[in-house]
T-cell receptor
C-alpha cells in the first residue's frame, strides 16, 4: 500500500531550464508535505515543505505546489543547475502521527550542462 | 552546530547475528526517528522516540527494536539478522515532537551475508 507515489523514477533536464517533479498521495490524513534531496552516501537533506492549508510555497529556486483535491504536489526548480543532480524524495506526514514521515520512491534528476 | 551523526558508517554481519546502530541527534533535538532504505522498498519508517519514549512504530517485525537515552542519543537493534535486512539505516532528529522537518544523518550501511 503505497500512500505516497512518485511515478517518474528519473528526469533529465538541461541546465537553466525548469525541473518539475511530481508526487501523488492517497491518505487524506496527510497535512504536511516535504521534499528532500539525497546525494549518494549521504542522508536526505530537507529542501522545502508545505502545509495543507496552503497551495504554494517558495524558497529561492524551489517552489512547491499542492493540489489537495487531486492529492497531488509538485516541486519546481528554476533554473536547474548541475549541482541539483540528485535523488528527490517527496514525503508526507499526518499531524497525529508526530514525526513519522511516509516517503515516495524518489525521482533521480540529472541536470545536463 | 554539528549535524546528526551515526556510527558505524558501514557494517558487515552474518545471518543470525545481531547488530546495534547508534545515532546522536543535533544538540537540543529531542525526537529521533529511524528509517530503513532499500532498493526495493524505498525509505520506510521504523520507529520514533521522543523523551525516551517510543511514540510511533512502523510495520517491522519485533526483531527491530530501539531505545533513546536521557541525552537524546538513540540506538536501534536488529536481532537474528536476515539477508533482507541489508539496507541503509537512517536516523533523523527534530527539535520537538511535531516539527515535521527532520534532519537526517549520513546513515549506516548494513550488509548481511
Amino acid at each position: 500500500d503505497q500512500q505516497v507515489k512518485q511515478n517518474s523514477p528519473s528526469l533529465s533536464v538541461q541546465e537553466g531550464r525548469i525541473s518539475i517533479l511530481n508526487c501523488d498521495y492517497t491518505n487524506s490524513m496527510f497535512d504536511y508535505f516535504l521534499w528532500y534531496k539525497k546525494y549518494p552516501a549521504e542522508g536526505p537533506t530537507f529542501l522545502i515543505s508545505i502545509s495543507s492549508i496552503k497551495d504554494k510555497n517558495e524558497d529561492g529556486r524551489f517552489t512547491v505546489f499542492l493540489n489537495k483535491s487531486a492529492k497531488h504536489l509538485s516541486l519546481h526548480i528554476v533554473p536547474s543547475q548541475p549541482g541539483d543532480s540528485a535523488v528527490y524524495f517527496c514525503a508526507a506526514s499526518a499531524g497525529a502521527a508526530g514525526n513519522k514521515l511516509t516517503f515516495g520512491g524518489g525521482t533521480r534528476v540529472l541536470v545536463k550542462p | 552546530k554539528a549535524g546528526v551523526t551515526q556510527t558505524p558508517r558501514y557494517l558487515i554481519k552474518t545471518r543470525g547475528q545481531q547488530v546495534t546502530l547508534s545515532c546522536s541527534p543535533i544538540s537540543g533535538h529531542r525526537s529521533v526517528s529511524w528509517y530503513q532504505q532499500t532498493p526495493g522498498q524505498g525509505l520506510q519508517f521504523l520507529f520514533e522516540y521522543f523523551s525516551e519514549t517510543q511514540r510511533n512504530k512502523g510495520n517491522f517485525p519485533g526483531r527491530f527494536s530501539g531505545r533513546q537515552f536521557s541525552n537524546s542519543r538513540s540506538e536501534m537493534n536488529v536481532s537474528t539478522l536476515e539477508l533482507g535486512d541489508s539496507a541503509l539505516y537512517l536516523c533523523a532528529s527534530s527539535l520537538i515532537d511535531i516539527s515535521y522537518e527532520q534532519y537526517f544523518g549520513p546513515g549506516t550501511r548494513l550488509t548481511v551475508t
